[in-house]
Nanobody, 121 residues
């Protein structure tokens, strides 16, 4: 499956962005996730969602501010990010795997190219 992430950009602290990840295959077959990375850090888990969209998991930076969702009819996963902070600045990657979603990047077989999110303080 090929994944295409979009929706990144420049936003002021406190603002919101919604990232999208469009898949070339039916997303109902996949657990999907968002990770993020900066030059200073390893790839960090943000959020994950199971095949149906009925189960989600969040990394500590995302809890209470970000929401992952999935529209299997559109083969698209989303990450709604609210109350953005400067430390959320990173390249955000979507990922997919056939099986339950995991919070570790090594479990994912398919990755998008990433979309840059920059939060100005």
């Amino acid at each position: 499956v090929q994944l295409q992430a979009s929706g990144g950009g420049l936003v002021q602290a406190g603002g919101s962005l919604r990232l999208s990840c469009v898949a070339s295959d039916r997303t109902i077959r996949y657990g999907m996730a968002w990770f993020r990375q900066t030059p200073e850090k390893e790839r960090e888990f943000v959020a994950a969602i199971n095949w149906s969209g009925g189960s989600t998991e969040y990394g500590d930076p995302a809890k209470g501010r970000f929401t992952i969702s999935k529209d299997n009819d559109k083969n698209t996963a989303y990450l709604q990010m609210n109350s953005l902070k400067a430390e959320d600045t990173a390249v955000y990657y979507c990922a997919a795997r056939k099986g339950p979603p995991r919070a570790t990047a090594d479990f994912y077989d398919y990755w998008g190219h990433g979309t840059q999110v920059t939060v100005s303080s």
